[in-house]
């Protein structure tokens, strides 16, 4: 291995890379200046098992190899991809090898030059979906063993986390007419031969156009005439990159998953295609191709099996707010994008703000929109107004279009008052915290928890440091604030037992999103305006509140588990309600859960339930 200084074909050649476009033109030669070009020969080792260094690797040119000795594969990596921080999660890091196959030339980019660019150019965060915060053991506990898209990989993905439907099963004596419309009824490519339930054969939609159509066959004929017998299978523990290697060598698309000798389902080329487009790289990639609206909202379907795949693989729920975000963000973006592409380049700066759980990156597959403008002071609105209000209106009813339903509070930059400059958002804020009635304090749960998407970010930033600077010093605000989170309460009676909704649509259920999560959401928001933190997402704002000691340690331990764990019951509930053909919602059924998870729920409630306590108790004895 030799380190050379950066040759100057090298920006031409990563010109070529989707992500390079996305780049200022200073972040371009800054990542140059703080980057390194290593030659390598083939055989080398760039990384050995457990050995990684924290840096990012891009391949400029050649091949090199993953090899994971545990799974006994290699998977091979091209011109264009990359690997190390950012990329690939840590357990991978603790058992694979990195070997160039041939010679190679590769671009080494410091973990610490990534974090300083992830700050600059958010457009990169969709394409490093692995926290840079990860590397380490402890990092990786606290956020469960888990990366945002990562463990949905194929190098560590089962396959039963693939089979997705009931097998689809007739007799070998069923004709071929019968198999043709029973997979058309069943929409699927395949169907099973089953008989006295063993795995007899299989029939493809090639083998009907090969072997049918083709040759003019009877369609009474019996599919077994034209199944191929004793299919290839696989167990439903193998890693899916199995399924995929056994495809290509033998030129197969279907794939049998069994549990010893019982048939768990299929998988399908086709599956393990999409399970590469819906990881957040590939899935946000795809997005900032697109050139219409159409595109967009095709794209969009995905994310509820995003969510299905982060779900499958265990990932927290706080790392899967962050990638259902980070598509959110995305979307976002390439709607503004195509927007200016037909109105024409923005008359005065701006910047699209995400309010509410977008802000906060704590999105799931069911969540509406909440955004707003924030333009430059040079902005007329007798000049400026028509550009901005047709740019918010698309952009809204893209994401809309998109299943971003409209805020039915009409909390949106399409909305008049939601789309000012600078010096009208200072007013509002000024106006807020100064005369904290009921309408001010309901505005506070959305526009509180603001984060720059698009657009000129110092605008906001200076906005967030006034507003805070105001917070820290306004006892009266803040107590409003905690007497309305007061309101808000965990589902616990006298007894201190979980109690379900009474009647309604949705009676003997838990509402997770307003009766648990919203409360904690409330929490970490008051410790923020209290402290002057500028972290917008619940968890990361309670973890520094301890630092600063708005809350002890124990108690920021205790509510952040509370968070990971209602909120991953309201991922896997919604999860199942998408795999059941159901629009995802946010009330559960206790019945849905273990007898030791409804007493973890019941704890979280708790803990929930004391810190609101303890705010109160402040409250009243003037603390703020």
Not at 353 to 361: D, M
Not at 488 to 508: K, T, V, Y
Not at 548 to 577: K, P
Request: proline share 5%; glycine share 6%.
């Amino acid at each position: 291995m030799n380190s050379a200084p950066i040759s100057p074909d090298l920006s031409d050649i990563l010109a070529q890379h989707r992500v390079w476009g996305l780049l200022s033109a200073q972040t371009r030669q800054d990542l140059l200046a703080h980057s390194e070009e290593l030659l390598m020969h083939a055989g080398d080792t760039v990384c050995g098992a457990g050995q990684w260094s924290p840096h990012l690797w891009l391949i400029v040119q050649g091949r090199v190899d993953l090899d994971d000795p545990e799974l006994a594969q290699t998977h091979m990596l091209l011109p264009g991809e990359a690997f190390g921080a950012g990329m690939t999660p840590w357990s991978l890091q603790q058992s694979c090898h990195i070997l160039c196959s041939t010679d190679s030339r590769l671009l080494q980019i410091p973990e610490t030059t990534l974090q300083t660019l992830l700050a600059r150019e958010p457009a990169l965060a969709p394409f490093l979906p692995v926290p840079l915060d990860g590397r380490t053991p402890a990092a990786q506990a606290a956020r469960q063993n888990t990366a945002p898209g990562t463990d949905t990989n194929l190098l560590s993905m089962r396959l039963q986390a693939l089979v997705k439907h009931a097998p689809v099963t007739l007799s070998p004596q069923a004709s071929v007419l019968e198999v043709a419309r029973t997979m058309r009824e069943r929409g699927v490519s395949s169907v099973m031969l089953v008989e006295q339930e063993h795995l007899f054969g299989l029939v493809t939609d090639r083998d009907l156009r090969n072997r049918v159509i083709a040759e003019g066959l009877d369609l009474s004929r019996p599919a077994a005439d034209i199944a191929t017998l004793a299919p290839m299978t696989l167990d439903q523990r193998s890693p899916a990159f199995e399924a995929l290697l056994l495809m290509a060598r033998h030129n197969i698309h279907h794939v049998p998953v069994m549990d010893g000798q019982q048939i768990v389902g299929m998988v399908t080329a086709t599956d393990l295609t999409q399970q590469h487009s819906t990881s957040a790289v590939y899935l946000s990639g795809d997005i900032h191709q697109q050139t219409t609206l159409q595109g967009l909202v095709g794209i969009s379907q995905r994310v509820k099996l995003l969510q299905q795949n982060l779900s499958a693989a265990h990932t927290s729920a706080y790392s899967t707010g962050h990638v259902i975000t980070t598509i959110t963000d995305a979307l976002t973006s390439r709607l503004i994008h195509l927007a200016e592409a037909e109105l024409g380049p923005a008359p005065v700066d701006y910047v699209w703000v995400a309010a509410g759980s977008q802000g906060r990156c704590e999105q799931t597959a069911k969540s509406d929109q909440d955004n707003c403008l924030v333009l430059d002071d040079a902005y007329d609105p007798a000049v400026h107004g028509d550009y901005f209000k047709a740019l918010a209106r698309q952009v809204c009813d893209g994401l809309a279009a998109c299943g971003y339903i409209h805020c039915p509070g009409e909390m949106m930059a399409m909305t008049d008052q939601w789309r000012q400059p600078l010096r009208v958002w200072r007013q509002y804020f000024q106006r807020w915290i100064d005369q904290p009635d009921a309408k001010a304090l309901m505005l506070t749960t959305v526009f509180f928890d603001l984060r720059a998407v698009h657009g000129r970010h110092e605008l906001l930033h200076t906005l967030r440091q006034e507003v805070l600077a105001r917070t820290q010093k306004q006892s009266l605000f803040l107590a409003h604030v905690v007497g309305n989170a007061q309101k808000l309460r965990p589902p616990l009676n006298l007894f201190g037992q979980i109690a379900l909704i009474r009647s309604g649509e949705h009676a003997g259920t838990v509402d997770l999103k307003h009766q648990a999560i919203a409360p904690i959401v409330d929490l970490g928001r008051i410790y923020a305006l209290a402290g002057g933190l500028h972290e917008v997402n619940t968890t990361d704002r309670i973890e520094k509140a301890a630092q600063l000691g708005e809350l002890s340690e124990q108690g920021s331990r205790d509510l952040r588990d509370a968070l990971e764990f209602v909120s991953s019951q309201r991922i896997q509930h919604q999860t199942q309600r998408m795999q059941q053909g159901l629009e995802p919602d946010n009330y559960l059924h206790l019945q849905e859960l273990s007898n030791f998870e409804r007493g973890h729920l019941r704890d979280a409630f708790s803990v929930i339930q004391s810190l609101q306590n303890v705010l109160g108790q402040r409250y009243q004895s003037g603390r703020f």
